[in-house]
């Protein structure tokens, strides 16, 4: 389980477009995954990179009471029901989008 992985939460900032983007990851031993804020008007709506490549999406619907959906998009892949979900806060979003992207 996601949870289970010691972890720390790292901040930079990156050149994106016509600007600086402050990306929050979630860096385990092995993968360190980015979000990077999506070029929509709406916040809470995030790509997730594995190095310069996006293999997902992290998205705020607040009407739920898991209101943050996440998405394994990367086109290598073969998709899967299990690979998306939703969780109660954006890291544990993040996490259980690692735990599924480290299984294929």
């Known amino acids: 389980m996601a949870g289970d992985h010691k972890h720390e ?4 900032l990156i050149s994106f477009g016509t600007g600086l983007v402050f990306i929050p990851s979630l860096t385990m031993t092995e993968t ?3 979000l990077v804020q999506a070029s929509t008007l709406s916040e809470g709506d995030y790509n997730v990179y594995d190095g ?3 293999i997902g999406q992290i998205k705020l ?3 739920s ?3 943050w959906f996440w998405i394994i998009t990367a086109s290598e892949r073969v998709p899967t029901l299990s690979d ?3 969780a ?6 993040l996490a259980d989008f690692k735990s ?4 294929k």
């Open 32 to 34: 360190t995954l980015a």
């Open 52 to 54: 310069e490549r996006i």
């Open 9 to 12: 939460r790292q901040y930079f």
């Open 65 to 67: 009471d898991r209101p």
């Open 84 to 86: 998306l979900g939703y």
């Open 100 to 103: 599924r992207w480290k299984i």
């Open 61 to 63: 619907y607040p009407q």
């Open 88 to 93: 109660a806060s954006c890291e544990q979003a």
